[in-house]
C-alpha cells in the first residue's frame, strides 16, 4: 500500500514531502515573526550593545606579558650531556603535535616547573608578589596578611559562614601554585621547538616583572637540583677512585668525573640553564582586555539571538493579549441592560 505522504515515495516523484513543507513553513513562520516584532528586536539588541559599550568603559584593564623561549643551545647540551636532538631528528615529539616539548629534557623540565609548587614557595616570598597580589590582604608596612577589611570583605565573610564555607586564611603555596597554574600559560608557536610563555594582569609593569621572576626562580630551582646532583657525582666518584686501583677502571671513573666538570663549569655560569630567551618579557602598550573585537563578535551572534528569542517569546504574549482584548469587547448589537437593542423603529 502506498501512502500520500510517504516521504520516500515523495523524495522518488519529486514531490515535496510532507515533513519538508512542515519545516519550511515553521522557519518562514519565525522568520516573519521577526519581521513583525523588528522594533522589539531592535530595541533589544541596541540595549545589549549599549550594555557592552558600558562593560568597555569599566571593565578591568589586562595587560598581557609575553616571553618567547627556545631550548638550550648545543653547546651547552653537550657540555650538559643533554643531545638536542633525538633519534628521529626533526620529528620529535613537539613537532608532531604532542605539546611534550622538544629533545632537550631540561626544557621541557622548565616548561612544567613554571606552574610548579616550589616556585610558587619561592614567590610567595617575594614582597612586591604580595603586595600586587594581594593588595587587600597584605599589609606593607607590617608586612602580614590580616582579614579582608571594609564593608565588601565583611559581606563575603558573613556570606561565607552562612553558606558553611571555611573563614578566610592566609594564602599559601599551594593558592599561588593553583594561580600559576590558570594564568602563567605557555604554548608552542607553529610546528618549532619555540614557546610562547603568558602572563596578563592589570599592572603593565608588574605583569613584566612577575613573569620574569616565575621564568628565573623555575630556571634557578632546576639549576641548583642538577647542580647539587653533579657535586654528589663528583664526591662518590673521587671516593671511588681512591679505591680502585685498575687502571682500566679508573679511566672509565675518571671520564665520569671529567663529564660531571664539565656540568658543573656550564650550570655554574649566570646564564639561563634550561632554554634560552630568545625574547626576555615585554608587555605591549594597548590592554589585552577587553578586546573590542571578540565583545562585537559576542553582540552580533549573543544579541541576535536574545533579540530573536524575545520576537518569539512575545508571539504567545500577543495571542494572549487578543484574547483577552476579544473577550473585553462588547456586542454592538447588545444593549448594555442585556436585551436586544432594536435596529428599527417597527420591530
Known amino acids: 500500500m502506498k501512502y500520500p505522504f510517504d516521504e520516500k515515495s515523495s523524495a522518488m516523484s519529486g514531490h515535496p514531502s510532507l515533513t519538508a513543507t512542515v519545516a519550511d513553513r515553521q522557519s518562514n513562520g519565525v522568520f516573519s515573526l521577526v519581521l513583525a516584532h523588528w522594533r522589539d528586536v531592535a530595541l533589544v539588541f541596541a540595549a545589549i550593545v549599549a550594555l557592552s559599550i558600558v562593560y568597555l568603559h569599566i571593565a578591568e584593564r589586562q ?13 651547552l647540551n653537550i657540555l650538559t650531556g643533554v643531545s638536542g636532538m633525538t633519534d628521529v631528528g626533526s620529528l620529535s615529539l613537539s613537532r608532531i603535535g604532542f605539546g611534550l616539548g622538544s629533545g ?57 559562614t552562612a553558606l558553611g564555607l571555611p573563614p578566610w586564611r592566609a594564602p599559601t603555596a599551594a593558592d599561588l601554585q593553583r594561580y600559576l597554574s590558570h594564568n602563567v600559560v605557555a604554548r608552542e608557536i607553529g610546528i618549532s621547538e619555540l614557546y610562547s610563555v603568558t602572563y596578563a594582569h592589570k599592572d603593565p609593569k608588574f605583569a613584566r616583572y612577575f613573569l620574569s621572576r616565575v621564568l628565573a626562580v623555575s630556571d634557578d630551582y632546576l639549576r641548583q637540583q642538577k647542580l647539587a646532583r653533579a657535586r654528589a657525582y663528583v664526591d662518590y666518584l673521587d671516593r671511588r677512585l681512591k679505591l680502585v686501583t685498575g687502571l682500566d677502571q679508573r679511566q672509565a671513573l675518571l671520564k665520569l668525573r671529567s663529564q660531571q666538570e664539565n656540568f658543573l663549569m656550564a650550570a655554574s655560569v649566570n646564564l639561563p640553564f634550561s632554554a634560552a630567551i630568545d625574547d626576555p618579557p615585554v608587555t ?64
Open 104 to 160: 632537550d629534557t631540561k626544557f621541557a623540565e622548565l616548561l612544567q616547573q613554571l606552574t610548579s609548587s616550589a616556585t610558587a614557595q619561592v614567590l610567595l616570598g617575594d614582597d612586591h608578589v604580595k603586595a600586587a597580589l594581594y593588595d587587600t590582604t597584605w599589609d606593607t608596612r607590617s608586612r602580614t596578611f590580616h582579614p579582608p577589611s571594609g564593608i565588601i570583605g565583611q559581606f563575603k565573610e558573613s556570606l561565607k
Open 284 to 347: 605591549p602598550s594597548r590592554p589585552t582586555w577587553p578586546n573590542l573585537l571578540i565583545i562585537a563578535v559576542i553582540d552580533i551572534f549573543f544579541g541576535g539571538a536574545v533579540a530573536a528569542a524575545v520576537g518569539l517569546w512575545l508571539r504567545p504574549y500577543e495571542a494572549f493579549r487578543r484574547r483577552v482584548e476579544n473577550a473585553l469587547k462588547i456586542p454592538r448589537a447588545i444593549a448594555p441592560s442585556g436585551r436586544l437593542r432594536a435596529t428599527k423603529s417597527g420591530e
Open 63 to 75: 595587560y598581557a606579558a609575553s616571553a618567547t623561549l627556545a631550548p638550550s643551545d648545543a653547546e
